[in-house]
């Protein structure tokens, strides 16, 4: 069973960058597309991006497309998310998760991150 640890988050200026790590344990991680969500307080988890296992095809949520770069190391089993031109709209808990279905919903993906918080301030 493949187990995700988000790490990287933290507290960033407006128009700053971070770079978010999802370490996966487990030697099927490599098999799996993996996706980013991320929730603010009082809204509802949503889509930011996915990869799929070889890191040639990726997908973005439209809020974030062209700021936001996800990539993976299949060597070192992690996703990464690296977040540019941040605005405070983008803070909110962010977590990865393994793709298990063919949609960007969260009944979509399985084997959830604990998360790490992004904090953007203006």
């Known amino acids: 069973q493949v187990q995700l640890v988000e790490s990287g988050g933290g507290l960033v200026q407006a128009g700053g960058s971070l770079r978010l790590s999802c370490a996966a344990s487990g030697r099927t991680f490599s098999s799996y597309a993996v996706g980013w969500f991320r929730q603010a307080p009082g809204k509802e988890r949503e889509f930011v991006a996915t990869?799929?296992?070889?890191?040639?095809?990726?997908s973005y949520a439209d809020s974030v497309k062209g700021r936001f770069t996800i990539s993976r190391d299949n060597a070192k089993n992690t996703v990464y998310l690296q977040m540019n031109s941040l605005k405070p709209e983008d803070t909110a808990a962010y977590y990865c998760?393994?793709?298990?279905?063919?949609?960007?919903?969260?009944?979509?993906?399985?084997?959830w991150g604990q998360g790490t918080q992004v904090t953007v301030s203006s």
């Open positions: 990869i799929n296992w070889t890191g040639g095809i990726t």
């Open positions: 998760a393994l793709r298990v279905g063919a949609g960007r919903r969260e009944a979509d993906f399985a084997s």
